[in-house]
């Protein structure tokens, strides 16, 4: 009997390199939810100590005067007296955080984009006028939805927006 050409030798290959690097159940797990990481393990780019590096303590935000001269390219009106204050209210973190995130408002970010309501109809617009447009700008990215982040594709949790809204008061 001859023997079928299946799609098991990626898989199979997969699982040998688990195997290999001694991934646990809770790893595999949160593996299966990232499948561009199952990629790279399949194919040898990364493995159990690269991504325990990349996860614990190698990574750290910049400074919040880093992340300020960042803002200021794109925001040059950025009261960064004021981030400093908060920052230095905040300076002791727990240990486990990563650090502090310089993040303006949503609201004023929409407002100097021209985009009208940034919870609701213009949060797609806005999205790609950001995050997405400055992901595309550091690193190969591509927006496979450009131009169709409309309400009934992407929006925010009317709870989220509610909290954003609080926080920005």
Not at 31 to 44: H, K, W
Not at 52 to 75: F, N
């Amino acid at each position: 009997m001859a023997t079928q050409t299946t799609a098991w030798g990626p898989l199979k290959a997969l699982i040998q390199r688990f195997d290999e690097h001694g991934f646990s159940r809770q790893e595999l797990q949160r593996l299966v939810e990232a499948s561009d990481i199952l990629v790279q393990i399949g194919n040898g780019t990364l493995t159990r100590e690269m991504l325990t590096r990349k996860v614990r303590g190698v990574w750290r935000p910049k400074s919040v005067k880093e992340q300020i001269e960042v803002l200021r390219k794109v925001y040059p009106d950025l009261d960064s007296l004021y981030v400093f204050q908060l920052a230095w209210e905040q300076r002791n973190i727990p240990q486990e955080a990563d650090g502090l995130f310089v993040i303006p408002k949503l609201t004023s970010v929409a407002k100097k984009l021209g985009v009208d309501d940034p919870f609701v109809s213009g949060y797609g617009r806005l999205l790609e006028m950001t995050i997405l447009s400055h992901l595309a700008d550091q690193r190969p990215f591509y927006n496979c939805r450009a131009g169709e982040l409309t309400p009934d594709r992407v929006r925010v949790l009317a709870s989220a927006a509610e909290s954003i809204q609080l926080i920005e008061r």
